[in-house]
Antibody
Framework: QVQLVESGGGVVQPGRSLRLSCAAS????????VHWVRQAPGKGLEWVAL????????YYADSVKGRFTISRDNSKNTLYLQMNSLSSEDTAVYYC???????????????????WGQGTLVTVSS | SSELTQDPTVSVALGQTVRITCQGD??????ASWYQQKPGQAPVLVIY???NRPSGIPDRFSGSSSGNTASLTITGAQAEDEADYYC???????????FGGGTKLTVL
């Protein structure tokens, strides 16, 4: 069974940095795009960032662009999220998620998150 | 628009049928996928690609799409279906991802 295990969460002061990791196993990590998705306490899901399978493309939500960096090490089957200049608005459970896709009859791709980790809690507080 | 809109709350009587909807411009280009999330747990994929169920998801869950609206239907809702449900898709540019605000389903 596919496994995604996040780590690195904790309590951090505003303005400081934190790096999250997501260890992947039981699938060929290097052939999948992976994402970070977060959920503030009592709130809905918010997409954070995407990195392509080979790491050549990265995309970010406007709320984190310029502060967060997504990266991956395919030799270690690990996804990362470097978070800088943290604020209270970044307090959330952070999930990593594997993205799969298929092509419809017209050759158009459609994407979905087929596996999620259990999440790691980041609390930004003084 | 890069947003997906869901009704915040929906209720259904035990054993009845309920439809949860998701609206947004991106759904004219990309099929929605649907996720179930129970308290304290990670989201679980229940429908992808308009109307495909991952293995292990009961066949009472189904999906459909028309224009800018996607729907998740639960036929014969069970007590264990009480949860938050989220839709998502790539945005119209294809490079970002959008989520709906979520629908809290109560089974009466």
């Amino acid at each position: 069974q596919v496994q995604l295990v996040e780590s690195g969460g904790g309590v951090v002061q505003p303005g400081r940095s934190l790096r999250l990791s997501c260890a992947a196993s039981r699938f060929t990590f290097s052939t999948y795009s992976v994402h970070w998705v977060r959920q503030a306490p009592g709130k809905g899901l918010e997409w954070v960032a995407l990195i392509s399978a080979d790491g050549s493309n990265e995309y970010y939500a406007d709320s984190v662009k310029g502060r967060f960096t997504i990266s991956r090490d395919n030799s270690k089957n690990t996804l990362y999220l470097q978070m800088n200049s943290l604020s209270s608005e970044d307090t959330a459970v952070y999930y990593c998620a594997r993205e799969s896709y298929y092509y419809d009859s017209g050759g158009h791709p459609h994407y979905f998150f087929d596996y999620w980790g259990q999440g790691t809690l980041v609390t930004v507080s003084s | 628009s890069s947003e997906l809109t869901q009704d915040p709350t929906v209720s259904v009587a035990l054993g009845q049928t309920v439809r949860i909807t998701c609206q947004g411009d991106s759904l004219r280009t990309y099929y929605a996928s649907w996720y179930q999330q129970k308290p304290g747990q990670a989201p679980v994929l229940v429908i992808y690609g308009n109307n495909n169920r991952p293995s292990g998801i009961p066949d009472r869950f189904s999906g459909s799409s028309s224009g800018n609206t996607a729907s998740l239907t639960i036929t014969g809702a069970q007590a264990e279906d009480e949860a938050d449900y989220y839709c998502n898709s790539r945005d119209s540019s294809g490079s970002h991802v959008v989520f709906g605000g979520g629908t809290k389903l109560t089974v009466l």
